[in-house]
């Protein structure tokens, strides 16, 4: 992953989708865990905990320079498993306590504000009118696709302030990434970082499932370990080394589109007219975006 830095912008994009794309399954795998008795913590630190070990293993062949990139930003690589850890898990609580609508739109919506923020602020990135026209549709197409059009009675407080505690949490992980210099090795320490910071809590809650380990939990704990961890965040971290960080967060949002679809194909969920529309103006705001 040295070399990452001649990585085409147009191929650092497609990674970060590609990795967002793994993202979208992780709700609907980590619903399935949920039955067995393993609450958001749990299932936040198996997760970081496979990330790690998947990476670790990887260390000998793909032969990137951990323990240098490590001494030359230690603290830097630890925020960055700081902020994952706080992003996954506060996301999920905020799902069990406000539902998937309300925690989607509040942390997908608010962190490409955050990011185009920070990005300004601490990266000098500019976004430009254009720029901020497709952001701004983007927002509207995600709120379309995940409410439906429809609006709730009620938006628990707690909820929401996850929802927003999350976005803090991917907007971080995003500036931290686009100003590291090895994805490989950032990742894994990242993904160490948040296991440690999530193992208290998570012992707390309880560990293991209500009824024993069963090879469907280990099954869908190692899915989640390799794929929507190990494999998208790697491809993410390698994509922001060369896309900007409000772009990359626009791109990102592919994760609610694939998200929807599963709900579709295998939840036997259904998408109303404006969800639809909020789908299309999505994906076409994420395609767009590509010029900036």
Excluded: H, K, N
Excluded at 103 to 129: M, N
Excluded at 239 to 259: M, Q
């Amino acid at each position: 992953m040295s070399s990452v830095r001649s990585l085409p912008v147009g191929r650092g994009m497609l990674f970060i989708a590609v990795a967002a794309t793994m993202w979208g399954t992780g709700g609907a795998v980590a619903a399935l865990l949920y039955p067995s008795g393993l609450g958001a913590l749990a299932v936040s630190f198996w997760r970081f905990l496979g990330g790690a070990a998947v990476l670790g293993l990887a260390w000998p062949l793909l032969r990137f320079p951990l323990l240098d990139r490590f001494r030359a930003g230690p603290v830097r690589m630890l925020a960055a498993g700081a902020g994952m850890a706080v992003y996954q898990t506060a996301y999920l609580a905020a799902i069990d306590v406000a539902g998937v609508a309300v925690a989607t739109v509040v942390t997908l919506g608010s962190g490409p504000i955050l990011v185009a923020a920070g990005a300004r602020l601490w990266l000098g990135e500019r976004l430009g009118g254009r720029g901020a026209v497709l952001v701004a549709s983007a927002l509207a197409g995600l709120t379309l696709l995940v409410t439906g059009g429809g609006t709730a009675a009620e938006v628990p407080v707690l909820g929401v302030g996850l929802a927003l505690l999350s976005a803090v949490g991917y907007a971080g992980t995003i500036l931290l990434g686009r100003s590291g210099e090895d994805s490989m090795a950032g990742t894994l320490v990242g993904f160490a970082a948040g296991a440690l910071c999530l193992l208290p809590f998570a012992a707390l809650s309880g560990l293991f499932p209500d009824g024993g380990v069963t090879v469907t939990v280990v099954g869908l704990l190692a899915y989640l370990g390799v794929f929507p961890s190990a494999l998208a965040y790697g491809l993410f971290f390698a994509g922001l080394r060369v896309v900007p960080a409000a772009t990359a967060s626009v791109v990102a949002l592919v994760e609610a589109l694939v998200a929807a679809a599963v709900a579709v194909a295998f939840l036997g969920e259904r998408l109303t007219v404006p969800a639809v529309a909020g789908g299309v103006l999505l994906l076409g705001a994420v395609v767009l975006i590509r010029g900036e």
